[in-house]
């Protein structure tokens, strides 16, 4: 059976200019993941537009497609195509499970949630000649019975980090802007793999470097806390996202760091209590976010800070404060976001119930672009917010001014070459993904990661501080070192 399967580009990542590395830093994990379940004899063509120019002249039988919300227009359009090429096109991921009855009108089938026990029921049925229209999961939710995704067919030379890998599924939280309750709908929204699988797929993988896409890796302490044992020896270096509340809970990101952690995304969102509990994002109230980030930094790992501008509780002073708190809490790279209401979340009908939603545009539902009616601010004050604090928060001055947190030149020196290597050489990132050689640059990426955890950023004032921390963080109390500070 010939076989294509294709992730379309997000319109953010189309530009004629400069192409950010983001887009090409992860291969397409879920679509190698649902081509596991094929046969041996299978063709299987995987292609990823994000780093390579689709062929479209090609012909064949079955067409799997991922849809995220900014690519929909361009899914939509590709399955359009091979449609009238008398190919049998399959839709799924998260903007199809979200709005089904618009994906309906552009595939034979589609997928509602994970793909991963669906998959291969639709499988069996297509070979025999019987698919259905609409193949939803459902009920008890597992990663036991999935076999290894198909390494073999990513291409490796074209992205950053190739050893992408995802150990989990969902996120045990409930935030109102998310995704993933929509998406899990009808069954379990949270559940690990077994950490025997887990080390055997981590040995899978060639060098040193490798990224867990996981939404939260710490979401089970109990699985995080063995394999972060299983890990030890391995000499990984490695990068994750978890939440305020892990890294907090004792011991676990202490021994993370020991197994190869350098670098962790961490949903900071918002420093407003009033915004945390209006999104509910409960797991971060009455959380010390400076004692977080101290947290990490005292083990040698990076922050990846997210925030999102344009909560409820946000007034046109919230963008030049939170870079002034990330700056001076040494934070070496953030992520803004202006708030935007997903279809199938809390907040999308939250939205929608208001008469707040401004179009349904779905390539401006980009975190870039104000697509609802803000409350306290405009919404130009609410995009020029946004891009004003990414340059202010990458501007050298306030990338130099967060090196100086540190208490070492060494340490100063790797806060300097990773937050200007971020966002200060997009041009250089341009050259190298048109190249077809981001793999090459990433040398450069394990020793910068590498010193980070070499020389953790101990003092003696700092080891009188995080004594301190430890007997504060047993106290449920509100973050005063870090939200009443803005």
């Known amino acids: 059976m010939r076989v294509k399967m294709i992730l379309p580009a997000l319109t953010e990542a189309t530009s004629p200019f400069f192409r950010p590395i983001k887009y090409s830093l ?17 063709e299987i063509d995987l292609q990823d537009e994000h780093v390579e120019a689709l062929k479209l002249d090609d012909e064949p039988e ?17 399955a359009d195509h091979y449609r009238k090429r008398g190919a049998y096109v399959c839709l799924g991921g998260l903007h199809v499970t ?60 074209l992205y950053l980090v190739p050893n992408s890998i995802v150990v989990s599924r969902g996120c045990p939280h409930q935030c109102n802007f998310c995704y993933k309750d929509a ?30 896409l996981d939404d939260h890796l710490f979401g089970d302490a109990k699985f995080a806390d063995a394999l972060f044992d299983g890990m030890r020896g391995m000499g990984r270096l490695w990068q994750a996202a978890g939440t305020v509340q892990s890294v907090l ?34 797991q971060n109230l009455h959380k010390d976010y400076g004692a977080a980030i101290r947290r990490l930094h005292d083990n040698g790992v990076m922050v990846n800070g997210s925030f999102v501008f344009g909560m409820d509780g946000d007034d046109a002073s919230v963008f030049d404060r939170t870079v002034e708190w990330a700056v001076s809490n040494g934070i070496e790279t953030a992520t803004f ?79 300097i070459a990773y937050a200007g290597g971020w966002k200060k050489f997009e041009p250089l990132w341009d050259f190298v993904i048109r190249a077809k050689r981001a793999t090459q640059m990433l040398p450069t990426l394990e020793a910068v990661l590498n010193g980070f955890g070499a020389h953790p950023s101990w003092s003696p004032a700092r080891q009188h501080e995080k004594i301190w921390v430890t007997a504060m963080e047993t106290v449920d109390a509100p973050p005063t070192t870090s939200a009443v500070r803005t």
């Open 62 to 78: 079955l067409v799997v497609i991922q849809v995220y919300i900014t690519s929909a227009y361009r899914a939509y359009a590709l």
């Open 26 to 42: 992860f291969p397409p994990l879920g679509l190698a993941t649902l081509a596991a379940h094929l046969d041996a004899d299978d």
């Open 337 to 415: 976001h202006i708030m935007t209401p997903y279809p199938g979340t809390g907040l999308y009908q939250q939205m929608q119930s208001q008469n707040r939603l401004l179009h349904s545009n779905w390539d401006l539902y980009d975190t870039r672009h104000v697509v609802y009616k803000p409350a306290r601010v405009t919404a130009e004050e609410l995009e020029r917010g946004y891009w004003r604090a990414y340059r202010e928060f990458y501007a050298w001055k306030n990338i130099f001014a967060g090196a100086w947190t540190n208490d070492s030149w060494r340490e100063r020196a790797r806060h």
């Open 183 to 212: 998406f899990f709908q009808g069954g379990k929204s949270f559940y690990v793999q077994r950490v025997d699988a887990a080390l055997a797929e981590i040995e899978r993988l060639p060098g040193r470097h490798l990224y867990f």
């Open 249 to 282: 809970k004792p011991g676990l990101v202490d021994k993370a760091a020991q197994c190869g952690l350098r670098s962790l995304f961490v949903g900071l969102e918002t420093l407003s209590p009033e915004n945390l509990r209006s999104s509910l994002k409960y």
């Open 98 to 157: 979200s709005l089904p009855q618009e994906a309906m009108q552009h595939a034979d089938t589609i997928f509602l949630g994970p793909g991963d026990d669906t998959f291969p029921e639709f499988l069996r049925d297509w070979r025999a000649g019987a698919p259905k229209k609409i193949y939803a999961s459902r009920g008890q939710r597992g990663i036991e019975h999935i076999p290894p995704l198909r390494r073999d067919l990513i291409k490796r030379n």
